[in-house]
């Protein structure tokens, strides 16, 4: 496909047009001016998927087809890079969820070409209360290399990122070898102390996991697991900036400290984009998804089971509450997970680049998905 948009840069601000060949940004010619006044940016990356719209990636029935469905949902809501995320679950359950995402990537060239890696978050995560989130205690487990070995080949490579609790005796010993194959190792759902934090970051762990999230209600002072992350030079973080995980405080603290290395998921389960109402999870029984976006158990309103937001949503929330500008605020959702996952040389609106790009809309304080290019194809465009 050969092609061409013209609209503005959404981090100049200047008029712009894009020339697309082959799949590759060619071309990018600044203009004297266009009548678009939409913004052309970078497509939406999401390392944290669970799942959207009624289909679950952790479900034991998940089907390939619903794999293509969730592809091309997301990609109307502008992520076009997305990992999906498999969690804590019987041995056999984790292995069917990867083998089923793997054989959907290897019949779909546009779902192979979205889903550019899968991050297994578990099983070897804390068994305590608050750092375990909503994993099942009875899977939780050590980590365990053969096991993951047996995973990877089920998926034919594809895990490229893994949460794990550094404070297992056996953590530091499967990190450097799960950094060594080239998978990238991230801290979550722990209880770790600092002197584990400190030999999972040697050992080779890069990311803090949904930092602020996943964590005990009571934590002392100082020392303890967040400042500890946060303190670490060597980890990004992911955050979950949909309003209801992470106080705006919070966020706007985590974003000074690692202002480069701070980046957007959405964690999104698989109530994400389905309208308001009361529904049944696998793992929190009775849940309730609010006109507002925020899912919560029934019997326990004050805890959340999970999060029903869109990167999209994420963005916006960043934007509306001037916790990041625009431009940063797409960033963190674009090229910043791209840095971190390190596959390309170059990532961004960029000559030279994969033209996955968003023609986006932008009223008042809230960005809209006009239409989405994946790979120099028109994947998605708006309807009027
Ligand atoms: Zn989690």
């Not at 052309?40 to 390939?64: K, R, T």
Request: hydrophobic share 40%; proline share 5%; glycine share 8%.
């Amino acid at each position: 496909m050969n092609n061409s948009i013209e609209g503005i840069h959404y981090q100049t601000g200047k008029p712009i047009k894009v020339i697309i060949k082959d799949g590759i940004i060619l071309e990018i010619i600044e203009l004297e001016a266009t009548e678009s006044k939409s913004l052309i940016a970078p497509g939406f990356v999401d390392l944290q998927v669970n799942g959207f719209q009624g289909i679950d990636f952790n479900d034991s029935n998940l089907e390939e087809s619903e794999i293509q469905n969730v592809t091309q949902t997301l990609l109307e809501n502008g992520v076009t890079t997305y990992f999906p995320t498999v969690i804590t679950n019987s041995d056999e359950s984790i292995r069917r969820s990867l083998k089923t995402i793997s054989k959907a990537c290897s019949s779909n060239k546009l779902v192979q070409n979205t889903i550019q890696g899968i991050h297994l978050e578990g099983p070897f995560l804390s068994k305590e209360e608050g750092p375990r989130g909503a994993h099942p205690l009875e899977y939780i487990q050590a980590p365990n290399w053969e096991k993951f070995c047996a995973w990877q080949e089920e998926t034919e490579g594809r895990i490229e990122l893994i949460t794990v609790s550094p404070e297992w005796t056996e953590s530091n010993g499967f990190i450097e070898k799960c950094v060594e194959s080239g998978v990238k190792v991230a801290i979550g759902h722990t209880a770790a102390n600092t002197s584990q934090i400190e030999a999972a970051v040697k050992a080779g762990a890069t990311l803090s996991t949904h930092l602020g999230n996943a964590a005990h209600l009571m934590l002392p002072r100082h020392p303890n697991y967040l400042w500890d992350q946060l303190a670490s030079e060597k980890l990004w973080m992911s955050i979950i900036a949909d309003g209801f995980h992470l106080p705006e405080a919070v966020i706007k603290v985590f974003m000074k400290v690692k202002p480069e290395y701070t980046f957007l998921i959405s964690d999104s389960t698989q109530f994400a984009g389905l309208p308001p109402g009361k529904y049944q999870s696998p793992i929190g029984g009775e849940v309730v998804l609010n006109k507002y976006g925020r899912l919560f158990m029934e019997k326990k309103p004050e805890l959340l089971a999970g999060s029903a937001s869109s990167l999209l949503q994420c963005v916006n929330f960043l934007v509306k509450h001037q916790l990041a500008t625009l431009p940063e605020a797409i960033e963190m959702a674009s090229i910043r997970p791209l840095q971190y996952i390190n596959k390309e040389k170059s990532v961004g609106l960029r000559r030279g680049n994969k033209a996955d790009l968003l023609v986006l809309d932008f009223k008042a304080t809230e960005l809209e998905i006009l239409q989405a290019v994946k790979a120099g194809e028109l994947v998605y465009s708006k309807k009027h």
